[in-house]
């Protein structure tokens, strides 16, 4: 099993920035993918960006241009680089692991971001 351990989260203005960061211990696959999700209350979950070890990026059209995910695969680490943070940005942020086998997949405990107008 992989364990999530997020941080970085908070109360911002809108057009400022927050970075969050997710580490990840346990039995981690040399191949994975690694991302962030969000919930707002009364939402649904929603995909925000993902990064292969490979490099590869996915990001939501919403943060497309204001969000950057980057990662440490040495370290296990997952970054989120949030500028001109907008208020429809305010939400529990989660880390997500996962590799070659579904059953796998890791949830970090969430980190709340919010963002004043």
């Known amino acids: 099993q992989v364990q999530l351990v997020e941080s970085g989260g908070g109360l911002v203005q809108a057009g400022g920035s927050l970075r969050l960061s997710c580490a990840a211990s346990g039995n981690i696959f040399h191949t994975n993918t690694m991302g962030w999700y969000r919930q707002a209350p009364g939402k649904q979950r929603e995909s925000v960006a993902t990064m292969h070890t490979g490099g590869t990026t996915n990001y939501a059209d919403s943060v497309k241009g204001r969000f950057t995910i980057s990662r440490d695969n040495a370290k296990n680490t997952v970054y989120l680089q949030m500028n001109n943070l907008k208020p429809e940005d305010t939400a529990v942020y989660y880390c997500?692991?996962?590799?070659?086998?579904?059953?796998?997949?890791?949830w970090g405990q969430g980190t709340q971001v919010t963002v004043s107008s």
């Open positions: 997500r692991y996962s590799d070659y086998d579904p059953r796998r997949t890791s």
